[in-house]
């Protein structure tokens, strides 16, 4: 089992940057598929990256591309979420995730979540 939890989130303005660090306990960590989720508010929580095991392999959504970064460090278990030219779509509550199988979707362990509120 894994407990995550999420920090670096804020209020920034539209144009800037932030980073978000998921912090893992255990030593499991380089053996779980790490994810960041986010939920807008009145909306469902969507996928934004995810990273293989090794961080040798990361995927994304197509609403970020470009603009977000994940990475991760084995060694600090920890991962991260480089977010640049934000924008007032990006707000919401930005979760971290933990699972054992490739996915957009299904995580089996989920941190409690940090605001990020970026002003128009």
């Known amino acids: 089992q894994v407990q995550l939890v999420e920090s670096g989130g804020g209020l920034v303005r539209a144009g800037d940057s932030m980073r978000l660090s998921c912090a893992a306990s255990?030593?499991?960590?380089?053996?779980?598929?790490m994810a960041w989720f986010r939920q807008a508010p009145g909306k469902e929580r969507e996928f934004v990256a995810a990273?293989?095991?090794?961080?040798?392999?990361?995927s994304y959504a197509d609403s970020v591309k470009g603009r977000i970064t994940i990475s991760r460090d084995n060694a600090k278990n920890t991962v991260y979420l480089q977010m640049s030219s934000l924008q007032h779509e990006d707000t919401g509550v930005y979760y971290c995730?933990?699972?054992?199988?490739?996915?957009?979707?299904?995580?089996?362990?989920w941190g409690q979540g940090t605001q990020v509120t970026v002003s128009s």
């Open positions: 995730a933990a699972g054992s199988m490739w996915s957009t979707k299904d995580y089996a362990y």
């Open positions: 255990g030593r499991t960590f380089s053996t779980y598929t």
């Open positions: 990273i293989s095991r090794s961080g040798s392999s990361t």
